[in-house]
């Protein structure tokens, strides 16, 4: 006897979806326009972890490790930027940047393959037909794995539609890892406090003001230096006839030149590029150096080929250096130096003793320690460099993870500083040290949240940190809950040594520090 499962305008038949046409696949996606969601979302390039909530039409709540990210509602916008959170009237609206595929776009299906006939329909903004639909899984879920060539205003691009609910929950290109859907939650009924912003702020006016009066300086600066400019430069001219006689051959004409998009980059050679995310997008590169300059060429491959990308790149003149390159070099020589002169040797703490003891919110069975450069992933080169040793703590990449036998509510955690290496207190069931090498200042931090928010008192340098727990088998028993587990973070003064796992005794700490091994 066959067994069947029905889903929404599909079928799994012995686990295996039925074949649809992209038309009923369209139509299911289409059935979720307007409809709130819940989501939790992954980017595939780093593997963050991404929550949002959406409440059409204009009621929106974006959140990451670090907290809320963007809210928007009936009366304007709040997103969090580096100097704190901005907030724009509805009538002033200037939707926040986002590269890649941001996570509002998976609302947004009906956009791409709008109905037939439609306005955008027939200007072509729309991805066109699939090229191929096949059956596939995220995150345990059933979907269908629709694909699209490049097509006119879209690149090439694949989505994944949802079996059962017809949402978007996956999304990738050539050019961009993308992003997949862990779980999400339709038609559910959101307080209105989850769409405001109660705390500090500055107004749109102000952030603009200052980004207008600093862009304006250093316009001012950068136009006083000499520019190199290419002497050849490939285009292609079209002519379109606007007027004439065809009895004597007077004519008008129109004559558009078109060239393909390019991007010039220098910087002094001996030094770091100081512009790496600029034009990133552009995947066609040629650069050439010498003793004063690395000089690129960055383009849209197929607007133009390699050949005479390089061409363009030759004619383009050298010009003199604001300043004495060798200068320019020995000062970011010096201060490269000192730096690592600082990471290779033991810090000093502010104060010793314990610096919090209390609640802090897990997801996912991590909590962090958090620092500016996490959202530059500049982490320093000694730390990156290091094997924790353990599966608990990973003290190698930016922000500092912390996993814990909870997935999902609120564990215990007591930070303490210590002046030399403390005895080791076994009566915690799991013991491990890590080496750390702190840059910036590091702050305790939940997931999804800044709390609660205590930095910790170090100065630049390397430490030890041991991280140590208790009833973390009950708690990945129990998944979800409060104050389950417990944890102990200390951290001292200390030069650079390998980590090492001091005492095991539940099996999820030995899945842990089996999978860091592999």
Not at 332 to 338: F, G, H, M, P, Q
Not at 396 to 409: D, E, M
Request: charged share 20%; proline share 7%; with cysteine.
């Amino acid at each position: 006897m066959m067994s069947t499962f029905a889903f929404a305008g599909t079928a799994l038949v012995y686990g295996v979806l039925m074949v649809e046409s992209w038309r009923r696949i369209r139509a299911l996606n289409y059935g979720t326009a307007g409809r709130s969601v819940r989501a939790s979302v992954r980017r595939l390039d780093t593997g963050a972890i991404e929550r949002f909530w959406a409440d059409p039409p204009c009621r929106w709540r974006d959140e990451d490790r670090r907290g809320v990210r963007l809210i928007t509602n009936e009366e304007g916008e709040y997103r969090n930027t580096p100097e704190g959170m901005v907030h724009t009237s509805r009538a002033a609206r200037v939707m926040a940047m986002y590269s890649g595929f941001h996570s509002r776009m998976l609302l947004n299906g009906p956009t791409y393959w709008p109905f037939p006939g439609s306005s955008d329909a027939v200007n072509g903004y729309t991805v066109g037909d699939p090229v191929s639909i096949a059956e596939i899984v995220i995150a345990g879920r059933a979907g269908w794995e629709v694909q699209f060539d490049a097509h006119q205003h879209y690149p090439a691009q694949t989505f994944v539609i949802d079996a059962e609910t017809g949402f978007i929950i996956g999304w990738h290109s050539p050019t961009d890892p993308g992003l997949e859907v862990l779980e999400h939650h339709l038609d559910e009924e959101f307080d209105s406090e989850l769409f405001s912003w109660h705390g500090d702020c500055i107004e749109h006016e102000d952030e603009t003001a200052r980004h207008i009066a600093e862009h304006e300086e250093k316009q001012r600066l950068l136009a006083d230096l000499p520019r190199p400019e290419p002497t050849w430069f490939p285009t292609t001219l079209n002519t379109q006839v606007m007027d004439g006689d065809p009895e004597t051959g007077a004519m008008a004409m129109m004559i558009h030149a078109v060239g393909p998009q390019i991007v010039f980059r220098q910087w002094l050679a001996g030094t770091e590029d100081p512009l790496t995310d600029y034009s990133s997008h552009l995947q066609g590169v040629v650069s050439m150096s010498d003793d004063t300059w690395v000089r690129e060429l960055r383009f849209t491959p197929g607007q133009i080929d390699d050949d005479d990308a390089r061409r363009v790149l030759e004619s383009i003149p050298a010009v003199t250096p604001p300043r004495d390159p060798a200068e320019v070099i020995a000062e970011t020589t010096a201060a490269t130096a000192a730096r690592e002169h600082q990471l290779s040797s033991p810090g000093t703490i502010g104060a010793s003793g314990e610096l919090y003891s209390g609640p802090v919110p897990v997801a996912y069975m991590q909590f962090y320690l958090s620092s500016p450069a996490d959202y530059t992933d500049d982490i320093p080169a000694l730390a990156a460099g290091l094997d924790p040793g353990n599966g608990l703590v990973d003290t190698s990449v930016a922000p500092i993870k912390f996993t814990t036998g909870l997935h999902t509510g609120t564990v215990a955690v007591t930070v303490e500083t210590a002046g030399d290496r403390p005895d080791v207190d076994t009566s915690w069931e799991e013991i491990v040290e890590a080496p750390l090498a702190v840059d910036t200042p590091l702050t305790l931090t939940g997931w999804g949240t800044s709390e609660p928010d205590i930095e910790l008192p170090l100065s630049p340098g390397t430490y030890r940190l041991r991280y140590s727990a208790t009833h973390m088998t009950a708690a990945r028993e129990a998944d979800t809950g409060a104050m389950i587990d417990s944890y102990l973070i200390t951290i001292w003064p200390s030069p650079l040594s390998p980590g090492e796992v001091l005492k095991q005794t539940s099996d999820i700490a030995a899945y842990w520090h089996d999978h860091a091994q592999t």
